[in-house]
């Protein structure tokens, strides 16, 4: 079992930046550096979709919304992970959660939200 603890969202205006932060602890067994977490997000009456994800060796994959606005990252000592989110434009509104696929399953946060004012 993994829990994920995500934290960081708010409101900020147009253009602006926020920096988000997941955190997972296993019950059992171990978070291996080369398992894949990312984050995802979801609008009020859209689908939950892939914001940014690490996979094995740091690779990193972002939705094409992205544009080079944000960046992921991961520290492994810590079991964290970062959403740094610039530029921020109203439509990033959302939920954001936070993921994990590992230990034979998938997890989830329970969801930061991030509110951009135009």
């Known amino acids: 079992q993994v829990h994920l603890v995500e934290s960081g969202g708010g409101l ?3 253009g602006g930046s926020l920096r988000l932060a997941c955190q997972a602890t296993a019950t059992s067994g171990s978070i291996f550096r080369g398992d894949p977490m990312g984050w995802y997000r979801q609008a009020p009456g ?8 690490i ?5 990193e994959k972002y939705a094409d919304f992205v544009q080079g606005r944000f960046t992921i990252s991961r ?3 810590k079991n964290t992970i970062y959403l740094e989110m610039n530029f921020l434009k109203p439509e990033d509104t ?3 959660y936070c993921n994990y696929e590992g230990l034979g399953a998938t997890y989830w946060g329970q969801g930061t939200q991030v509110t951009v004012s135009s």
């Open 12 to 14: 900020v205006q147009a």
């Open 46 to 53: 859209k689908q939950r979709e892939l914001v940014a994800r």
């Open 55 to 59: 996979i094995r060796r740091n690779t």
């Open 75 to 77: 520290d492994n000592a």
């Open 94 to 96: 959302a939920v954001y």
